[in-house]
């Protein structure tokens, strides 16, 4: 069986990147809803429908888990599909998020003072601030979107001029929250992380998702050797997408190494 990593576009390549990287020898499926991107501006409703719908196509897949690489698909359907979905349809089956993972690395380096940017979906849900101030409840939580992050990269235009001043505008607040570190809670701001970089104080760590994902998952296989038995390892890779174009094979040859097959579907 396989592991699953599902992303509403192109974002998540940075966190199959990542995870392919350190652990190589299991067989991966990818599926990015590019069809129905961004999701951050949509209801909580119907992010869950549509990351039920991507679960349950993995799953007939023949993955055993699947990670949910997007933030607001996190943010705002997993607790649902683990309590009631996995129950009831697929009971030995399993499914992780990416704020867990990312709130342990706070933790873990002593993070009090952080800076969120991520879609509206994810920021309105409150699902940082609220996991944050479980384990750091003396914390300094500030977030805000910035809603034309995800359309620009997914258009490939996040090096245009208008590009430039949109972000400058979205970062400004960084000047007057001064945070320790940026947290990038949306997976597609890690293609522009190093844009972010520049633009932000060099006192200020930015980070996004992918090494911790992929780190914390390691450890998950290795606490669940139950489920890490049952994944196949012959470091075979597949690609499906909902809308399959030019753009999304550009950049996703950023990412991914070697030939690349994407099939495009239905879900």
């Known amino acids: 069986m396989k592991i699953g990593i599902f992303d509403s576009g192109l974002g998540g390549l940075t966190i199959l990147k990542q995870i392919v990287h350190t652990l190589p020898q299991y067989d991966y499926i990818y599926l990015g809803d590019n069809a129905r991107v961004p999701y951050g501006g949509r209801s909580s409703e119907i992010i869950y429908e549509f990351t039920r719908q991507a679960v349950e196509f ?45 709130i342990e690395y706070l933790v873990e380096n002593n993070i009090s003072k952080v800076g969120i940017i991520g879609t509206y979906a994810t920021v309105e849900s409150g699902a940082y601030q609220r996991e944050i101030y479980k384990v750091l409840p003396q914390a300094q939580v500030n977030q805000w979107s910035c809603p034309l992050l995800v ?56 980070i996004d998702q992918g090494l911790l994902v992929a780190l914390k998952l390691k450890q998950y296989l290795q606490q669940h050797p139950e489920i890490d038995h049952k994944l196949s390892r012959q470091k075979k890779r597949i690609y499906y997408v ?17 030939s690349l097959a994407i099939t495009k579907v239905s879900l």
């Open 151 to 206: 359309p620009l990269i997914e258009e490939n235009e996040s090096d245009s001029p208008a590009a430039t001043l949109i972000l400058k505008e979205y970062l400004r607040p960084l000047k007057t929250t001064k945070p320790q570190t940026l947290l990038l809670a949306c997976t597609h701001y890690g293609l522009i992380k190093e844009r972010i970089k520049k633009l932000a104080s060099k006192k200020i760590a930015v």
């Open 58 to 102: 993995l799953f007939t897949q023949n993955c055993q888990l699947v990670i949910l690489a997007c933030n607001s698909a996190t943010a705002n359907a997993l607790r649902r599909l683990q309590q009631e979905y996995l129950p009831r349809h697929y009971s030995q089956h399993r499914i992780l998020g990416i704020i867990k993972p990312t």
């Open 242 to 258: 909902t809308d399959l174009n030019p753009r999304f094979k550009k950049i996703a040859k950023m990412f991914i190494s070697g």
